[in-house]
């Protein structure tokens, strides 16, 4: 056997396989099915949209913000965020939360808002 | 429109300097000449379109599209002309500028060297007529005019001089929550400012701005930088097209080497600018964040580095008497690889295939060009693999070689192997949201810990080998030195610093055997052939930028706090007291002022927080204390002030909670009963219930205060809760689901609420050592200098 083939396959196929085994471990899904969310034991991405009519609180002494999601299908989770209200949260269409489902709740690691863009409103179709 | 004009020319100049090298290459003697010229009229028109997009934004001419949507006239010189890049279009410009501008360059050190230059320039002319397609007129020009494409500009950019046009009105539409008004550009409305005889630079007076976030000096530097770097990656792609079409593996290696080194310093040197970006002004809290924009442009660095280090093997190898080159197939295959994952990353970042996943990616561009540059990337690829696969019998049979165990040689393929396992292991990641999925930042924490040891084993032991092969007796007589200095600093390390995990504790000894390796070597070398230390000095940098990533990505401490004005309070062993804020810059932004330490040794740390108009967000700017053994890092979070009118008075949402003495007051809603509606229009009494739910000491209790109505007379009716020792006074109540109420004390009625102090929440961490991750670069980017010199004089030869 050629030592570099040797060397170089080696190190390759070792790090194929702590690429491999990280990946089942690491791996996050969208998921816009919050059915599907709760039953998951792996991080996920879901997306959804903020429950207005439930508000959101900010725990200022634990520094937890939290609030209600709702997925396509009107299926609700509560999320709890470790951290401040992101900015925008208010005026946004659309949240994506990475975390987990855990006790009842969905603890995000991370809140992406997406909001409509100052320039992008969408345009009404008829004249004023 | 003139500068589509050059901007076509450019493309055609392309197209013919691509054929007349073409002929050159297949006999024809009369063509060189043409295709030089070609070339030459290409880059002309390439400058000066960048110059009238400079000038065009220097001079604020808003009828262009791109100068509207990425600059305004109030920016300040510097960030104005940045953004001549801001965008997807100014930016491709900037890196077809880069790419003629090398070309030029290319052109003049391929023409001295025999019949390199039609070959190499063949291949560099279809790059830079392909970067050309990207920018030109169908594509992603600059130059399009703004009312090409109807789209809906803010009335706050038109010029109120102009409101009282009566045609205007028909163009002026208001958004859907009627807060905004905006004005229709398009060939219609155009024609009539034109029948009214209006320039349109008269017309709009503002452009959309540069995004807050880059308004800063880096954006001024970063950019630049890494489209230079990426620019240069197509040289070595075309030198090794250019040998694999005369079938001669020998001259291209020392001639591309200079190229090589110099691209990949530049890119290296950018990626941690904008690591250092990330980390000392947006706040991101750290230097590198895994985010797949980072990722993409460290991809080709990394096989750029690997493929150095195997060509430095061919180099060695082949000019040796009789030598015959290493690692030639690798070489080609690394060199063409580099390019394309360049091309790749372009296409990620810039298609939109990342815009749910990345913190900055591109808006998407649209269907055409996230075709085109995926075209471009399967041509590329297409391109390198067939020259290799029709070259492949006769590579294999003349480059197939055994490298001993204990050689330089092999070591080397193996630090490039492991380099080119970490650049997959990140394009996988990368890629996965194409697919719908992705990975957790751990994923490429975890895969670099052991990628990481390797590399620093490698670097060390790696100067221990002999080229060609070496004896074990050798290899243990010169490590005696090297394991005893290793151990004791590696101990020193241990016990300051307390490392408790194992596998951070064998990075660490192996970055400090890499450190002490080199440095030995730079010692003996250095008085004899400071030439030849490049290599040296940069491994030394990244050993010592290993250590850093050590000592901040172990023993990064994190809290977050509230900083209450005019209170003392020690976090990570600093006393903070925040004093309160002042504005500046026209107060447009806020300097919130907190002291650190005491007595005489104060210094005040003024983190800055402030509304951006452009996208209407909170922006938020950290202030680092560098403290030589670690960085101080305060990055605000937000600010409170005590909202209600007067001292006594509050006012609360429904759903919001309150604190007040030692007790948790939510209000929950109102308690409107049935009949109170019809009680209402008839005129007739009724009452309406605020309920509160007060938690004390963890004893919960619900309460209720009332509005009464009869006749005309409204009375309040307060919520007294003695297990809280409070009583909630209701003041009014707003159906929309407000309530002003005031508290108090049930044993003593006249101690009303205190308005709180104003405080700033801040997230403070300390990053020990990470002056080591600076200093590690600066180290890199000196060896690459160095060697990118030793490299060129060998070239001539």
Redesign the interface.
């Known amino acids: 056997m050629?030592?570099?083939y040797l060397?170089?396959g080696l190190?390759?196929l070792v790090?194929?396989s702590?690429?491999a085994y990280?990946?089942t471990?690491?791996?996050?899904?969208?998921e816009n099915d919050f059915s599907k969310v709760v039953t998951s034991t792996h991080?996920v991405?879901a997306t959804g949209a903020w429950v207005k009519s439930?508000?959101?609180?900010m725990?200022?002494v634990n520094?937890m913000f939290s609030f209600y999601m709702v997925d396509n299908f009107g299926k609700e989770i509560k999320v709890v965020y470790n951290?401040?209200i992101p900015?925008?949260f208010e005026?946004c269409t659309s949240v994506?939360v990475t975390g987990k489902y855990k006790n009842g709740n969905f603890v995000a690691s991370d809140i992406?808002t997406k909001c409509p863009?100052?320039?992008e409103?969408?345009?009404?179709n008829t004249?004023? | 429109m003139i500068g589509n004009i050059f901007l076509t020319i450019a493309l055609l100049a392309g197209i013919f300097t691509t054929i007349m090298y073409y002929l050159t290459y297949k006999g024809f003697t009369n063509t060189i000449n043409k295709a030089r010229f070609g070339y030459h009229v290409m880059s002309v028109m390439v400058i000066v379109s960048s110059i009238l997009l400079l000038n065009a934004i220097l001079t604020h001419q808003y009828q262009y599209k791109y100068v509207y949507e990425y600059s305004n006239s109030d920016l300040p010189i510097g960030l104005l002309v940045s953004t001549f890049y801001a965008g997807q279009e100014g930016s491709f410009l900037l890196w077809t500028l880069f790419t003629v501008i090398i070309g030029l360059i290319l052109l003049e050190y391929t023409a001295k060297r025999g019949d390199l230059e039609q070959r190499v320039m063949l291949i560099y002319s279809i790059i830079s007529t392909f970067m050309l397609v990207m920018i030109s007129p169908v594509l992603k020009s600059p130059f399009t005019y703004i009312w090409a494409e109807v789209s809906y500009i803010d009335v706050k950019s038109i010029n109120p001089n102009f409101f009282n046009l009566s045609f205007l009105s028909n163009f002026i539409f208001q958004d859907q929550g009627g807060q905004k008004q905006f004005f229709q550009i398009s060939s219609e409305s155009y024609s009539q400012l034109l029948a009214n005889g209006i320039n349109i630079n008269d017309f709009i007076i503002h452009g959309k701005g540069l995004n807050p976030l880059l308004q800063n000096f880096w954006m001024q530097i970063h950019p630049p930088l890494l489209f230079v770097g990426f620019a240069m990656s197509a040289v070595p792609y075309s030198f090794a097209i250019a040998a694999l079409i005369k079938n001669d593996y020998n001259d291209w290696v020392k001639q591309s080497l200079p190229w090589v080194l110099f691209g990949n310093m530049v890119l290296g040197l950018a990626i941690m600018l904008g690591g250092y970006w990330a980390y000392g002004v947006l706040g991101w809290g750290g230097y590198w964040g895994w985010d797949p924009v980072e990722n993409s442009s460290l991809v080709p660095w990394l096989v750029g580095v690997a493929s150095i280090h195997t060509l430095l093997v061919q180099k060695r190898t082949q000019e040796l008497p009789n030598g015959k080159g290493r690692f030639v197939k690798t070489n080609l295959f690394l060199s063409i690889m580099t390019f394309v994952l360049v091309i790749y990353s372009t296409f990620l970042t810039r298609s939109g295939v990342l815009s749910d996943a990345s913190v900055h990616s591109f808006v998407a561009p649209g269907r055409i060009v996230f075709l085109f540059l995926l075209f471009n990337v399967v041509l590329f690829t297409g391109i390198g693999l067939t020259a290799i696969s029709i070259r492949w019998k006769y590579l294999n049979e003349h480059f197939n070689f055994e490298e001993d165990l204990l050689s330089r040689e092999l070591a080397l393929f193996t630090g490039a192997v492991t380099l080119i396992a970490s650049a997959i292991i990140i394009i996988f990641g990368t890629s996965l949201p194409i697919f719908g999925k992705g990975v957790e930042i751990s994923f490429y924490n975890k895969s670099h810990l052991p990628l990481g040891i390797i590399i620093g084993v490698l670097m060390g032991f790696s100067l221990l080998l002999r080229w060609k092969s070496t004896t074990k007796e050798e290899i243990i007589k010169s490590m005696k030195f090297p394991l005893i200095a290793t151990a004791i600093i590696s101990i020193a390390i241990f016990v300051t610093g307390g490392i408790s995990n194992i596998m951070l504790g064998v990075f660490t000894v192996t970055s400090v055997f890499a450190l002490i390796l080199n440095f030995e070597y730079v010692i003996k070398v250095i008085a004899k052939r400071v030439d030849l230390i490049g290599a040296y000095i940069a491994h030394i940098g990244i050993a010592v930028f290993m250590l850093g990533v050590i000592a901040t990505a172990g023993f990064t401490e994190k809290k977050t706090v509230d900083l209450i004005q005019g209170e003392t309070i020690n976090i990570l062993g600093q006393n903070l007291t925040f004093t309160g804020y002042q504005p500046f810059q026209n107060n447009t932004k806020y300097a919130f002022n907190i002291e650190v330490g005491d007595g005489n040794d104060k210094i005040i740390a003024k983190p800055v927080m402030y509304i951006a108009d452009f996208n209407n967000s909170l922006m938020r700017e950290p202030d680092i204390l560098n403290l030589i053994t670690k960085d101080y890092y305060i990055e605000p979070l937000g600010y409170n002030e005590d909202q209600s009118n007067d001292g006594n008075v509050v006012i609360i949402k429904k759903g919001e909670e309150y604190n007040y003495e030692n007790s948790k007051i939510l209000f929950t809603g109102f308690d409107f009963p049935q009949d109170a509606m019809q009680a209402m229009s008839d005129g007739k009494g009724f009452q309406i219930g605020a309920n509160f739910i007060v938690v004390t000491n963890g004893k919960t209790d619900s309460a209720q205060a009332f509005m009464k109505s009869e006749g005309s007379e409204r009375k309040f009716v307060p919520a007294e809760v003695p297990n809280a020792d409070l009583r909630i006074e209701l003041l009014n109540l707003d159906a929309s689901g407000t309530v002003n109420v005031k508290f108090a004390k049930l044993s003593d009625p006249n101690l009303v609420y205190k308005k709180n102090p104003p405080s700033l929440s801040v997230e403070v961490s300390t990053k020990p050592f990470i002056i080591l991750v600076w200093l590690g670069v600066l180290l890199m980017v000196i060896g690459f200098i160095v060697a990118v010199i030793r490299r060129t004089k060998e070239s001539h030869t």
Not at chain 1, 25 to 30: A, H, M, P
Not at chain 1, 54 to 57: E, L, M, W
């Open positions: 050629k030592n570099k060397f170089g190190i390759i790090f194929f702590i690429m990280l990946f471990q690491t791996d996050i899904k969208y991080t991405k439930k508000n959101y609180s725990d200022k520094n951290g401040t900015n925008n005026s994506v992406l863009s100052k320039y409103s969408q345009m009404p004249n004023s």
